[in-house]
């Protein structure tokens, strides 16, 4: 399976302010995605990050919020802005590195102030 | 959109015994169901998976049934150690659209 990184690992941010997580992977990959884990809880799809074109979200993640970017196979950025500390939670990127199968990256604990 | 629910919430089980997971879905166009097991502080691991033109998969200690006419789907783990103590997620995708909707998890403790 792809080598997955994210940066950072963890962070501590005040409210009102953004924070830009990186996801890496060591191969090019067709599908990236965006997930939220809140504590203790499952995990929630933000958006697909769609190379070249604009991200896809689902209901309840508009990209005010979340902007995405995707400039390659390999890269991509999600930001959570103008943070409240209901946005505290821990966030994954995952790669799609055939048809349907995933792979998490090692996620981003955000705890916001 | 796709719904996923997950039963048992929590599981304990005596080390050796057998464990299992079951999941519902909603929509009949979901065609590949994954599980994934995620220990403490760490990421989910994709440990196995089943489309919907297999009714078991099977490795080693694992298994995964699914039945397609009632949606549903299990997750069977035979002669628990307590290394696979952790969260264990069920999954479902639509067919054609890759993304993942979970289930809301199952704590599985293994009892030494």
């Known amino acids: 399976s792809a080598v997955i990184s994210q940066k950072p690992s963890r962070d501590i941010c005040q409210r009102g302010t953004s924070l830009t997580i990186q996801c890496q992977v060591d191969?090019?990959?067709?599908?990236m995605f965006w997930y939220r884990q809140q504590p203790g809880q499952s995990l929630t799809l933000i958006a697909t990050?769609?190379?070249?074109?604009?991200?896809?979200?689902e209901s309840g993640f508009v990209i005010d919020k979340f902007p995405i970017s995707r400039p390659n196979l390999t890269f991509s950025t999600l930001t959570v802005s103008n943070m409240s500390p209901e946005d505290s939670s821990i966030y994954l990127c995952?790669?799609?590195?055939?048809?349907?199968?995933?792979?998490f990256g090692p996620g981003t604990r955000l705890t916001v102030t | 959109g796709e719904n996923v629910e997950q039963h048992p919430s929590t599981l304990s089980v005596q080390e050796g015994d057998s464990a299992v997971i079951k999941c519902t879905y909603s929509?009949?166009?979901?065609?590949?169901f994954p599980w994934y097991k995620q220990e403490l502080g760490k990421r989910p691991q994709l440990i196995i998976d089943?489309?919907?033109?297999?009714g078991e998969k099977k490795d080693q200690r694992i298994a995964v049934t699914l039945n397609k006419t009632a949606k549903h789907f299990s997750l069977h783990i035979t002669e628990t150690q307590p290394e696979d103590s952790a969260v264990y997620f069920c999954?479902?995708?639509?067919?054609?659209?890759?993304?993942?909707?979970f289930g809301t998890g199952t704590r599985l403790t293994v009892i030494p």
């Open positions: 995952s790669v799609g590195v055939s048809l349907v199968e995933q792979y």
């Open positions: 191969s090019q990959v067709t599908m």
């Open positions: 990050a769609n190379q070249g074109s604009e991200a896809t979200y």
């Open positions: 929509d009949s166009a979901s065609n590949y």
């Open positions: 089943i489309r919907s033109n297999v």
């Open positions: 999954a479902a995708s639509t067919a054609g659209a890759n993304n993942l909707f």
